[in-house]
Antibody
Framework: EVQLVQSGTEVKKPGESLRISCKGSGYSSTNYWITWVRQMPGKGLEWMGRIDPSDSYTNYSPSFQGHVTMSHDRSISTAYLQWSSLKASDTAMYYCARETDNSDELDIWGQGTMVTVSS | QSVLTQPPSVSGTPGQRVTLSCSGS????????VSWYQQLPGTAPKLLVY???KRPSGVPDRFSGSESGTSASLAISGLQSEDEANYYCAAWDDTLDGWLFGGGTKLTVL
């Protein structure tokens, strides 16, 4: 079964760092880009950026550039999204999704990781 | 603010056919395919319909997509109570060099 499994719920304080993960299985991870999507409480979906697992090339949405870092470990088919200094406004659900060829659709989604940032 | 525009809400009664709209521009829907995602309460989004009205395995043919110029539509026929969810359109944007999502439409089954 093709799936993306994300790491669990996180509760952090402002200024702390964090890395969440997204592990792919059931397919060759280097053949598909991974996209990250933010969903703030009660709001819609926002594209954050994407990473090519074959060479770790990334491109970020201007809205998130400089605030998050995406990476990938080919040896364990796992993508990461990290923050060096969290803000309260980072409180949200974060999803990873697999991007098909030609960026036509996001066909497989992780279950989401809830991140709460509060003092 | 989303660049793909969707109505915030739509409602229908069981058995009815409803249509959800998604409006974009020449840098996204006008040149790239549109995909639709269903998000049931408390769950992750799920791919529902994608380019050329294709559906992943398991998605009933009650769901169908269409495009015209810089707009797209998702039609749901034979509306069922379990269709109550948020629906998002998405398309690759050549100017952004990334994905754009619509703001989402909340479908209520009365």
């Amino acid at each position: 079964e093709v799936q993306l499994v994300q790491s669990g719920t996180e509760v952090k304080k402002p200024g702390e760092s964090l890395r969440i993960s997204c592990k792919g299985s059931g397919y060759s991870s280097t053949n598909y880009w991974i996209t990250w999507v933010r969903q703030m409480p009660g709001k819609g979906l926002e594209w954050m950026g994407r990473i090519d697992p074959s060479d770790s090339y990334t491109n970020y949405s201007p809205s998130f550039q400089g605030h998050v870092t995406m990476s990938h470990d080919r040896s364990i088919s796992t993508a990461y999204l990290q923050w060096s200094s969290l803000k309260a406004s980072d409180t949200a659900m974060y999803y990873c999704a697999r991007e098909t060829d030609n960026s036509d659709e996001l066909d497989i989604w992780g279950q989401g990781t809830m991140v709460t940032v509060s003092s | 603010q989303s660049v793909l525009t969707q109505p915030p809400s739509v409602s229908g009664t069981p058995g009815q056919r409803v249509t959800l709209s998604c409006s974009g521009s020449s840098s996204n829907i006008g040149i790239n395919g549109v995909s639709w995602y269903q998000q049931l309460p408390g769950t992750a989004p799920k791919l529902l319909v994608y380019i050329n009205n294709k559906r992943p395995s398991g998605v009933p043919d009650r769901f169908s997509g269409s495009e015209s110029g810089t707009s797209a539509s998702l039609a749901i026929s034979g509306l069922q109570s379990e269709d109550e969810a948020n629906y998002y359109c998405a398309a690759w944007d050549d100017t952004l060099d990334g994905w754009l999502f619509g703001g989402g439409t909340k479908l209520t089954v009365l």
